[in-house]
């Protein structure tokens, strides 16, 4: 069996009027990510790890931002089209654990929805996804609620 490991690494400013939206999962909150797509930044990471693992570059190169194709769009469209491109390469997904870096709103009530989201559309148990939260302890830009950042990382395997 062929084992790749893959990282990814999201960041989005926080802005008013804007939706926020974290593993396909709308978070009722009066600020959201700033981003040319829903700026879904847990998604957007598990992508890039996604991507990395497989050899096939990064979301930038699959999703570019500078076109009117992924204009507001739902992120889980975004995966799912992932999802294709490493099954393509002959992939499975062995698990992915996650991390997201936001001081306020506590995610936690919200985290078993998004793995259930993420882990339907990837074709994969539940218990093979992680997902936690936490703040930046009021430090940096995650910390004065500026912004977001996630870190993901994930297993592919190849028999």
């Known amino acids: 069996m062929k084992v790749r490991a893959g990282f990814g690494y999201d960041v989005?400013?926080?802005v008013e009027n804007r939706k926020l939206i974290l593993g396909g999962v709308y978070i009722p909150f009066?600020?959201?990510?700033?981003?040319?797509?829903?700026?879904?930044a847990l998604i957007?990471?598990?992508?890039?790890?996604?991507?990395?693992?497989?050899?096939?570059?990064d979301i930038g190169w699959h999703f570019p931002d500078t076109s009117d194709?992924?204009?507001?769009i739902d992120s889980r469209i975004l995966l799912q089209k992932t999802f294709d491109i490493?099954?393509?390469?002959?992939y499975r997904v062995g698990n992915i654990d996650c991390t997201i870096s936001l001081?306020?709103?506590?995610?936690k009530l919200h985290i078993p929805e998004m793995i259930a989201v993420i882990s339907e559309i990837l074709h994969m148990?539940?218990?093979?996804?992680?997902?936690k939260a936490g703040t930046n302890e009021k430090m940096g830009f995650v910390g004065t609620g500026e912004g977001v950042a996630v870190y993901a990382v994930c297993i592919l395997e190849k028999d």
Not at 86 to 90: F, L, N, S
Request: charged share 25%; with cysteine.
């Open 12 to 14: 989005h400013r926080l």
């Open 30 to 40: 009066h600020k959201g990510c700033l981003a040319h797509s829903d700026g879904d």
């Open 44 to 57: 957007h990471a598990i992508i890039d790890a996604l991507l990395g693992a497989a050899g096939q570059r």
């Open 69 to 72: 194709e992924f204009k507001n």
């Open 86 to 90: 490493i099954q393509k390469e002959g």
């Open 103 to 107: 001081e306020q709103p506590k995610l």
């Open 125 to 131: 148990p539940v218990g093979a996804l992680s997902v």
